[in-house]
């Protein structure tokens, strides 16, 4: 049996491929298989559930072929699997292929010239397509090669199309003998027959060559089918149809590196943390609390916000938001597995884990809709206990609920805006409110409870102790986290016992570290509370960053600080404050551009990463080079945008920095070359012949002129209130169409078209609101079609949104025309388009792709999923890059694009 063996790729593309819920696979082998008299089965179809079990063959083509056998022949049909077997009369086919639950192909066994039956039989199904196929005795000439072959898969979607016969041929009209056919089987579902134009690029006595004038759709089985040929001498040549599967976009794995945490915990000697953009659980081996080592990650379906883990330390609950609760064995902390999903009707934020009467447990704080308690002990039976509201009704006012924290039967409840609560226990039940306070003007989401004290924040600058014997939870003490605090920068507080006996209060406020307060005689008999003097010594415990941490843990051995930077552990009881170990984390990336053979990424307080494509799936990181950003010594960069230039140029929007430059002559070590200051942060940048266009977040946009020496000199500057006149905005992109002298603007308010014909003195042309009060966040253009995507407050919506996007008729760009709509998406976060291909990224949907042959009608052809949370993409030549925030750099397998 001749089987060629499918790649690693190949089988990590199915699981995409199943997982992104696409009705066929388009997975084979790719070697040309020679005419060997066994009988082989390959490939990979669809599967016997009940669909594929309705075995049947519609088309039969070529419907003729040689005596001699060996003849292409493609059968389209319904129900085709890896164990189909394919009968011409009473002869099996020697090869068999699947290319899709409905598209096989088989090389035809010797016959006697006339006709026969087609069958194809698998298990206890069979179909018959009776008199399909027609031998004849002899033709005049033989197709000797097809490009691609018999057949291929992951075939490019512009791919080289090459037919070549084994006689001169009559090339008279010969493109008129020719079909490129889309088959069925594919996503999205379509009539067959849907022809692909091409025009013929070359020809030779024996061989013609065909380009596409459009592209080819990825998840697709195609055909090229040649028919009706003859040779020089007029004679008739064998008709044949060669079918190929498109690449089927998946994500790659990249090498690992820590990404920002959730949260933390400690089992045994395993150190576990939930990674919200990298959506996984990362496994780290701290047998030396001092210098964890980062050995697996768990990749899981949701977007996880928080983790909490049972009293018996075999299980860790992971929120996930509108996705539920995740359930995950961590009985074997270094072997974590997915045990089963508790959904949730509101958005899971937080989870308490605890026991009773030996049954598993688990309150949820679900967001409008209140405190959840459910029995989890049946990991793929879960039951709901009891809801609490605290409003009239679910999803309504009075519920916000963000964090919860148990001690005993009780359990406290930061409830947002709307204050703070404790829930009685004692019934599960029947749970019941026993004090309630309304915020004091600050929102409150985080809690904890030590002994008769309930600690909240109060917005990012205080922390409070409430009375927990009083109803009505009186404060007893204030403390102010921080000596400058920043709306930016949350401030992050637990309580913890890192040793027997003893309680802390564990803060961390802005930039000024970990604070840890000893709880130990806080608290009076007479019951005053005072932080004073409680504070455990500086030299101790108190540890600065250059950033805030996300989240942080604290044992008996060490601290633990997880930042965009990367996992810090600092030695608990050391006196050098700057004794820590590092585990090196991606920064977080928000943009990504590539040239060349390099690939380059704004990773906000990281500073800009330069990576080598030597192989363009496997970016190789080489380097961070830092941007001139702030007096803190913050790394700042939010967007790259390389380009060829007189030698390549580096365009960087900084968050304090401006519009900063580089001379990448060597584009593996960019050389800082100039700087425009801006008034805000640079959030996107397009770039014209000799222009950068600059959005400029909360001001407006800025135009710069490189000059010879690659150093960005103002042109002109156009503030929001010059676009639409006493309105605050925000600036989310730019897009500069230099051959009509236009730059589109997306701001939160809408569109905006500027007249840049004389840059120095831009004027403005049209500003549309979008319906819905729709915000807009990303551009592209083709044509005369403008590509935005689109958001809009809606409360039954994803997260509390609606994403669309949307196409603009701009042949007229002072008249900008809404002329497509796209359905809801869950997320958009960026649009980007490349020939006619547009792709979206979608955050933890992953990334979707558009056919826009025709640029007002957009065909969806699927989606893939990421690794991470796909934000903004940049199309490479021969694959998809993506920033993926604490995720990383990801790259999307796509062939070579057109």
């Known amino acids: 049996m001749n089987m060629c063996a499918c790649s690693m790729r190949f089988r990590w593309s199915l699981v995409i491929f199943i997982t992104a819920v696409f009705a066929t696979s388009a997975f084979a082998c790719t070697d040309e298989v020679a005419t060997d008299p066994e009988v082989s089965i390959e490939g990979v179809g669809g599967g016997d559930d009940e669909e594929s079990k309705q075995l049947r063959i519609d088309e039969v083509t070529p419907a003729e072929g040689s005596a001699e056998g060996g003849t292409l022949v493609t059968l389209i049909g319904r129900g085709f699997s890896a164990n189909t077997q394919v009968l011409f009369g009473d002869h099996k086919a020697p090869h068999v292929r699947v290319l899709s639950n409905k ?22 199904a069979r179909a018959r397509r009776k008199r399909g196929f027609k031998y004849v005795a002899k033709f005049a000439c033989r197709i000797h090669k097809v490009t691609p072959s018999f057949g291929e898969t992951d075939v490019a979607i512009r791919p080289a199309l090459r037919v070549e016969w084994g006689k001169p041929i009559n090339l008279e009209n010969i493109e008129d003998r020719l079909r490129v ?39 697709n089985v195609y055909a090229l089918s040649i028919d009706s040929v003859r040779s020089a001498k007029g004679e008739r040549c064998e008709p044949g149809a060669v079918a190929f599967a498109t690449v089927v976009p998946h994500a790659v794995e990249q090498p690992q590196r820590v990404s920002v945490s959730e949260t933390m915990a400690v089992v045994g000697d395993t150190l576990l943390s939930v990674a919200r953009d990298a959506r996984s659980l990362q496994v780290l081996d701290a047998t030396d609390p001092e210098t964890p080592v980062l050995e697996d990650e768990l990749r899981v379906s949701i977007t996880p916000l928080h983790m909490s883990v049972s009293p018996d330390e075999t299980r860790a609950y992971v929120a996930g938001g509108f996705q539920g609760v995740l359930i995950v064995d961590i009985a074997m902390p270094r072997q974590p597995r997915v045990l089963g999903v508790a959904g949730t009707p509101g958005f899971a934020r937080q989870t308490v884990a605890f026991e009773r009467d030996g049954r598993q447990l688990l309150a949820v704080a679900d967001g409008r809709w209140g405190v959840r308690l459910l ?53 599960l039940r029947r749970p019941t409110v026993v004090a309630e306070r309304e915020a004091p003007g600050a929102p409150v989401d985080q809690v904890a409870i030590w002994n008769d004290l309930l600690f909240t924040n109060r917005g990012v600058v205080f922390v409070d102790a409430l009375d927990l014997s009083d109803a009505t939870l009186p404060t007893l003490g204030s403390l102010r986290a921080c000596d400058e605090c920043f709306q930016q920068f949350p401030l992050r507080f637990t309580v913890q016992s890192p040793a027997p006996g003893s309680a802390e209060l564990h803060i961390v406020g802005a930039r000024e ?3 840890a307060f ?79 053979g390099t690939l380059y990424a704004a990773a906000l307080n990281a500073g800009v990463e330069v990576f080598q494509l030597e192989d363009v799936e496997q970016p190789a990181f080489l380097r961070r080079v830092a941007t001139p950003a702030s007096p803190l010594g913050d790394l700042s960069s939010f967007t790259v945008t390389p380009r060829e230039r007189e030698g390549n140029t580096l365009v960087v929007g900084d968050a304090r920095g401006g519009v900063v430059v580089f001379d990448a002559s060597d584009p593996l070590l960019p050389v800082l070359s100039g700087q425009q200051m801006a008034l805000d942060a640079v959030r996107r940048v397009s770039l014209g012949e000799e222009l950068i266009y600059a959005c400029e977040d909360n001001v407006g946009l800025i135009i710069s002129e490189l000059n010879p020496a690659g150093v960005p000199n103002l042109v002109a500057r156009v503030r929001f209130e010059d676009i639409r006149p006493g309105s605050r905005d925000q600036c989310s992109d730019v897009l500069a169409d230099e051959a009509r002298g236009v730059l589109f603007v997306a701001s939160r308010l809408g569109l905006a078209v500027l007249d840049v014909s004389d840059p120095a003195a831009p004027r403005v042309l ?17 044509g005369d079609a403008l590509f935005a995507g ?61 056919d826009v042959a025709d640029s007002f009608a957009p065909v969806l052809e699927g989606r893939a999923s990421t690794f991470g949370n796909a934000t903004e993409l940049d199309a490479g030549d021969n694959a998809l890059y993506i920033a993926q925030r604490s995720g990383g750099v990801g790259v999307m397998h796509t062939g070579p694009l057109p």
């Open 375 to 427: 029995d989890v002990s049946d990991p793929e039976g879960v039951q709901n206990l009891a809801t609490v509201l605290f409003g009239r009704e679910p999803g309504l006012g009075g519920n916000d609920v963000r964090a919860l924290a148990r001690s005993g039967d009780r359990l406290g409840v930061a409830n947002g805006a709307f204050g703070t609560a404790v829930i009685s226990l004692s019934d």
């Open 181 to 219: 056919t889309r088959l069925p089987g594919s996503h999205p579902e379509e009539t067959p027959g849907d022809e692909v134009p091409f025009r013929v690029v070359s020809t030779d006595r024996n061989a013609v060559e065909l380009e596409l004038t459009r592209s080819l759709r990825f998840f």
């Open 103 to 124: 598209v096989l192909q088989v090389r035809t066994p010797p016959g006697k010239p006339g006709s026969v039956d087609v069958v194809a039989k698998k298990r206890r």
């Open 766 to 782: 049209t500003a549309v609101d979008l319906p819905a009060r729709d915000l807009l966040g990303s551009l592209a253009l083709r």
């Open 790 to 850: 689109t958001t809009a407050a809606d409360f039954e919506g994803r997260f509390e949104r609606n994403h669309r996007v949307q196409i603009f008729d701009v042949s007229d760009p002072a008249m900008p025309e809404r002329v497509w709509v796209s359905e809801e998406l869950g997320s958009v976060q960026d649009v980007v388009v490349r020939a006619d291909v547009l792709f979206v990224s979608s955050a933890d949907l992953g990334v979707r792709f558009y």
């Open 518 to 596: 000893s709880l130990d005689g806080a608290l009076d008999p007479g019951g005053a509370f005072s932080f004073g003097g409680s504070r455990i010594p500086d030299a101790a415990v108190s540890r600065p960053y250059v950033e805030a941490p996300s989240t942080f843990l604290a044992t008996a051995g060490a601290i633990y600080a997880s930042t965009r930077s990367g996992l810090f552990s600092f030695d608990r009881i050391g006196d050098d404050p700057s004794r820590r170990a590092t585990l090196q984390g991606h920064g977080l990336v928000t943009s990504v551009g590539s040239q060349g």
């Open 513 to 515: 570290g970990f604070r």
